[in-house]
């Protein structure tokens, strides 16, 4: 089983030719309420990713999901508020298989929102975000195996970092004294302390939060220094660390060295949520090899280059995250 814990939220989107000033109101040209948040968003793509798409029926209803293709369970860790969102999480992630007996509701409490404003012409967009019920968690409610796991001990935990700091670090100790592996997705990236990076069996920035977690400007991440930084981070005991670059693909960096993967070509509508897939893709990835005595960290960020390049081809963090059986299928320009 992997437990991806992290956040839930709900996209509130609203489109428009510009975005307004200071006191001014604008007619926006469209509204849409998308559901995503890192954790979410990953734990679907760590499910479809090693899932064939479950046939529909003529109501475009799914049918019933299919045998895990290589018996990895996802289960989502989260805290929703008991506004009308929480129903919602639980059904969509439902839908994609992911077990969600790990949500808590927390009572009196609001679902995490994110408010984006997207300027039509230039995509570019402006985000306001709550964490909510997740802020209510606290390091003791991560002391053990069966807390990491919501109730059962997980083989791998993936998290993000929409989550304070300081229960990140519980888990990541909680994870290595318990001899479970530890996937950090550092985003949105905060400095962890030194003494939690050697519990990680991998950890997965994008360059900007590479910046962040090895004490650096932005600018200072380039083709030079991605062996350099991924280095340090293997000097501080991670055993994997990947980079995502965007357009420009992968570095990634293990015991057996350090290698750049150039990202597929594909006509681009909605980055939005790319890491989240990634992260998704390579972790499951990650315990499929494993559970078969392999570990080629090349292929699973070949795979998971795949998966993010599909995701961004359409609108919405979680609508384009591909199934296993379409990623074999990919067939890039
Ligand atoms: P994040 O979404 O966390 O900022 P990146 O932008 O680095 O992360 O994207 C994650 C991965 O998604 C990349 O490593 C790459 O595989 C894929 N990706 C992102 N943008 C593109 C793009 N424009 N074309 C193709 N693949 C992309």
């Not at 029926?57 to 299919?66: E, I, M, Q, S």
């Not at 970092?161 to 530890?182: C, L, N, P, Q, S």
């Not at 501080?236 to 960096?253: D, E, H, M, Q, S």
Request: with cysteine.
């Amino acid at each position: 089983t992997i437990a991806v814990i992290g956040g839930l939220d709900a996209d509130l989107i609203m489109i428009a030719s510009r975005i307004p000033g200071p006191g001014e109101s604008l007619l926006a040209n469209e509204y849409i309420e998308a559901l995503g948040g890192k954790g979410a968003n990953s734990a679907i793509a760590a499910y479809r990713t090693c899932h064939k798409r479950p046939v529909q029926d003529n109501d475009g209803a799914v049918g019933d999901l299919p045998l895990a293709d290589d018996g990895i369970e996802v289960k989502m860790i989260g805290a929703v508020g008991d506004d009308g969102y929480g129903a919602k999480f639980v059904a969509e992630l439902n839908k994609n298989g992911v077990d969600t007996s790990g949500i808590v509701t927390v009572p009196d409490t609001r679902s995490s929102v994110c408010f984006v404003m997207v300027e039509h012409p230039t995509r570019e967009n402006r985000c306001l975000f709550t964490l909510c019920a997740t802020a209510t968690w606290k390091k003791e409610h991560f002391r053990n195996a069966e807390q990491l796991g919501g109730g059962t001990r997980p083989d791998v935990v993936v998290a993000q970092m929409e989550i304070t700091k300081d229960v990140v670090e519980a888990m990541i100790e909680t994870a290595g004294r318990a001899g479970i592996e530890f996937c950090l997705n550092a985003a949105p990236a905060t400095p962890i302390g030194e003494c939690f990076y050697r519990h990680l069996t991998h950890l997965l920035v994008n360059e900007s939060e590479a910046a962040i977690m090895s004490g650096r400007e932005g600018g200072e991440v380039n083709e030079d220094s991605w062996p350099i930084i991924a280095q340090e981070f293997l000097n501080r005991g991670v055993k994997n660390v990947v980079i995502t670059l965007g357009a420009r693909g992968t570095f990634y960096a293990n015991a057996d060295g350090s290698f750049h993967c150039p990202a597929y070509e594909v006509a681009v509508k909605d980055t939005t949520g790319a890491g989240d897939t990634f992260t998704g893709a390579y972790s499951s990835d990650y315990l499929r090899q494993k559970a078969k005595g392999a570990w080629d960290i090349r292929s699973a960020v070949i795979r998971a280059n795949k998966a993010a390049a599909m995701t961004i081809r359409s609108v919405g963090a979680q609508n384009g995250i591909p199934w296993s059986d379409e990623i074999g299928r990919f067939d890039a320009p």
